[in-house]
């Protein structure tokens, strides 16, 4: 969508259906980023590099954040 908030509430909730489908945060992030029947063909986070740096980077960010909050 060209609304940036519909934008933002669908990659939301897709990202949650990913999360609930998966049941990780990394195999989600990848889903995300290169789709479910990847993950699911290479078991894990695919052997692509962008995959592997979204993940590695959402999580990064997700590591700084839990750490600003203890």
């Known amino acids: 969508p060209r609304n940036p ?3 933002l509430d669908g ?3 897709y990202l949650a259906m990913m ?3 998966f049941g990780d945060p990394h ?3 990848a889903a995300y980023n ?3 029947d990847a993950v699911r063909q ?3 986070v695919p052997p692509y590099r962008e995959t ?3 993940v ?3 999580m990064a960010v997700v590591a700084r954040l839990e750490g600003s909050n203890s």
């Open 5 to 7: 908030l519909q934008n």
């Open 11 to 13: 990659s939301a909730r």
């Open 19 to 21: 999360l609930e489908t």
């Open 27 to 29: 195999l989600a992030l």
């Open 34 to 36: 290169a789709g479910p």
């Open 42 to 44: 290479y078991g894990g």
């Open 52 to 54: 592997q740096n979204h």
């Open 56 to 58: 590695a980077r959402v």
